[in-house]
């Protein structure tokens, strides 16, 4: 029988995994919401949804600290080794991607009011298709999170050539009102810049898919990620 100090020390090892767990899926669901509603404050001119997504960032932050702070303790006193070192770092890993997720959110929010944009003349249609796609791969990205899952992370990691060929698409098409009209060039900057970082969220997803498919495998998916679109 194993000893009642051995079987506690057990226990809040499991416990202390656990509450990584929750810390990352806890971060991972604000971020989702964050970039729904930085999107939503883009398309739709939503003054709430604008405000909303920033006032997230403090939140993500924190959380962030406390994954960093728990994993240092894991690693300093748990010593975990295989697949929990795996989980352990990738943990850490993720958290420092979904912090940057819930920055790029933040950063299309708070352009999602400029005067430039409200009054722009330029049809959304592309930017909405982008948006929804990132938001689809982030959500797989945060299920796959949840329920460790390979296959999904590395279905995510496939789709991300498709986010790469709209953006290319959407870059060439606001480069193209730009050159046709110099008043077009307020508005489309700015949507270059959101388009910009809903294509940097993608990687980021990407790159978490990535962590959850080495930490549940241990197998490492190729280095050259599939790529779409080229400015060539």
Not at 52 to 76: C, F, G, S, Y
Not at 201 to 228: F, K, M, Q, W
């Amino acid at each position: 029988m194993m000893p009642q100090e051995s079987m506690h020390t057990v226990q809040s090892y499991e416990q202390e995994l656990e509450q990584l767990r929750s810390l990352i899926n806890k971060m991972g669901g604000m971020v989702e919401r964050q970039v729904a509603q930085a999107i939503t404050a883009v398309v739709e001119h939503d003054e709430a949804a604008a405000v909303d997504a920033p006032e997230m960032d403090p939140h993500v932050d924190e959380l962030e600290r406390q994954t960093e702070a728990l994993v240092i303790r894991l690693l300093a006193l748990r010593a975990p080794m295989a697949g929990d070192l795996r989980e352990v770092v990738a943990a850490l890993k993720m958290s420092g991607d979904l912090e940057r997720i819930g920055d790029c959110a933040a950063s299309i929010a708070r352009r999602a009011m400029r005067n430039e944009l409200l009054s722009c003349p330029i049809s959304l249609t592309g930017l909405h298709s982008m948006g929804r796609l990132v938001q689809e791969n982030l959500r797989r990205t945060i299920d796959a999170m949840d329920q460790r899952d390979p296959e999904l992370a590395r279905i995510v990691w496939q789709s991300d050539t498709a986010v790469d060929e709209l953006y290319v698409s959407l870059f060439r098409e606001l480069v193209t009102y730009m050159m046709e009209d110099p008043r077009n060039i307020g508005s489309c900057t700015h949507l270059l810049f959101i388009a910009k970082n809903l294509e940097r969220i993608g990687d980021h997803a990407t790159n978490i898919s990535e962590r959850v498919y080495y930490s549940v495998t241990g197998n490492i998916l190729p280095i050259i990620r599939p790529r779409g679109g080229t400015f060539d």
